[in-house]
């Protein structure tokens, strides 16, 4: 037996069995919000379940036989954990519950209140990190936090860093998982559900590659596949894109080979919104204009938002200065500009937690909040809602 986590609360039981990373959950009559539908969904995810009481007979070993639970053991019968553990994994083969709901219609019925369908958000920019892993995350969590079920794809194919970003280094790629199911031709909303882990009750993360080299299993169909998937299960699919448009047959003359940048074209061409980053200095700029022209070549049909990120007073530059060389270098584009706020990027980074949680009031988060405000359609003054958070063990 091996010790695959051991939760804080039903949120973080719910979520770690929807990774299916676990056979068996020991719970405790004294765990609070257990009740049959946390069981249901335990036996949805194929766990079994064991009850754990300090003694036995008792009131904790009524409570669990009242909901459900038949395998109860006694906090110091530990000889006989390996009976009670075979006993709970045949109980749950034979009587596993039909017709019962499923996180996965849950989900889905989320998605359906918001009565749209699901819309592809890119985030891309050029070489020279401006920032587009921190503001997708940071747009995802404030998207998610309005009530809109929101998943983040991290399709960066020179290496994600979102898993990182959330401290979630335990985690199997989520992308390779569902490249691989996309190549079968077997993804589906149930299968995708289970591979993008769920961070709060409304957002989940598609986490990236574990190592640049494995870019080669994330092919253009098997992008495109993952996001008309998550489309199905999200008001938004937010992609953190990696930075280049180069298309490698073009210099190697090879026009069979797998394409590495072709993942990330995939995501542009599907989208319906892209958002470019650009970092607000002399350099920055000049990358972004040249940006925005090399993806009007390749996606002709896309009118980007851009944004300009890390802005701050002592560039030199106002607003109006950036609008107007912008739009005079690649005609006019809706420009957004998000603040250099390195104090809440740390917060949050230090301690694997989105900005809306780490520095809720920082004037980044106010700015990404009033972006996805822009973004979703939701009137500004809505309230934004922020559920409690699912995966409440993490390790850095
Ligand atoms: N608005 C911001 N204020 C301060 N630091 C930022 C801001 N946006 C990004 N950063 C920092 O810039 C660096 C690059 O950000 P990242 O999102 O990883 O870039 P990219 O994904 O474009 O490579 C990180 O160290 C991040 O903390
Ligand atoms: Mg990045």
């Given amino acids: 037996m091996h010790v695959v986590r051991r939760c804080v609360d039903i949120a973080d039981l719910v979520s770690t069995a929807a990774s299916r990373q676990a056979g068996v959950a020991f719970v405790s009559a004294q765990l609070r919000g257990l009740d049959r539908e946390v069981l249901v969904r335990l036996a949805d995810e194929e766990i079994a379940v064991v009850g754990v009481t300090p003694e036995l007979p008792s009131a904790d070993e009524a409570t669990l036989r009242s909901l459900g639970v038949d395998v109860i053991l006694s906090a110091d019968a530990l000889q006989s954990l390996n009976d009670?553990?075979?006993?709970?994994?045949?109980?749950?083969?034979?009587?596993?519950?039909?017709?019962?709901?499923?996180?996965?219609?849950?989900?889905?019925?989320?998605?359906?209140?918001?009565?749209?369908?699901?819309?592809?958000?890119?985030?891309?920019?050029?070489?020279?990190?401006?920032?587009?892993?921190?503001?997708?995350?940071?747009?995802?969590?404030?998207?998610?936090?309005?009530?809109?079920?929101?998943?983040?794809?991290?399709?960066?194919?020179?290496?994600?860093?979102?898993?990182?970003?959330?401290?979630?280094?335990?985690?199997?790629?989520?992308?390779?998982?569902?490249?691989?199911?996309a190549n079968s031709g077997q993804l589906t909303a149930e299968l995708l559900c289970h591979q993008a882990r769920a961070v709060t009750p409304t957002m989940r993360v598609l986490t990236g590659l574990p190592r640049a080299d494995r870019w080669v299993e994330v092919r253009p169909r098997g992008i495109r596949d993952i996001l008309s998937v998550t489309r199905e299960l999200s008001a938004f699919a937010v992609v953190d894109c990696g930075f280049s448009l180069e298309l490698d047959e073009e210099i190697s003359y090879d026009t069979a080979a797998p394409r590495r940048n072709g993942a990330t074209l995939a995501a542009l061409e599907t989208a319906d919104t892209v958002i470019v980053v650009g970092a607000a200095d002399p350099v920055g700029l000049s990358r972004l204009v040249r940006a925005l022209g090399e993806l009007r070549d390749v996606v002709p049909h896309c009118s980007p938002v851009v944004v300009v990120n890390r802005m701050r007073a002592g560039l030199g530059w106002s607003r109006a200065d950036i609008v107007d060389t912008l739009a005079r270098a690649v005609g006019s584009s809706p420009v957004v500009f998000l603040p250099d706020d390195q104090a809440a990027v740390d917060a949050a980074v230090v301690h694997g937690r989105t900005l809306g949680e780490a520095a809720p009031n920082s004037k980044l988060t106010r700015a990404l909040r009033s972006l996805a405000h822009d973004l979703s359609g939701v009137s500004a003054s809505a309230r934004p809602r922020r559920g409690p958070r699912l995966a409440a063990r993490r390790q850095r």
Wanted: charged share 20%; glycine share 12%; with cysteine.
């Fill in 84 to 181: 009670a553990v075979e006993a709970a994994i045949r109980g749950s083969q034979q009587d596993a519950p039909a017709g019962e709901r499923s996180v996965v219609a849950d989900w889905q019925d989320a998605v359906a209140a918001t009565r749209r369908r699901g819309r592809v958000l890119a985030v891309w920019g050029p070489t020279g990190a401006p920032g587009r892993s921190v503001i997708a995350l940071g747009l995802t969590s404030e998207l998610a936090a309005l009530g809109a079920p929101t998943t983040i794809v991290d399709c960066d194919v020179y290496g994600g860093s979102i898993a990182q970003l959330l401290g979630l280094l335990d985690e199997a790629s989520g992308l390779l998982a569902a490249a691989r199911s």
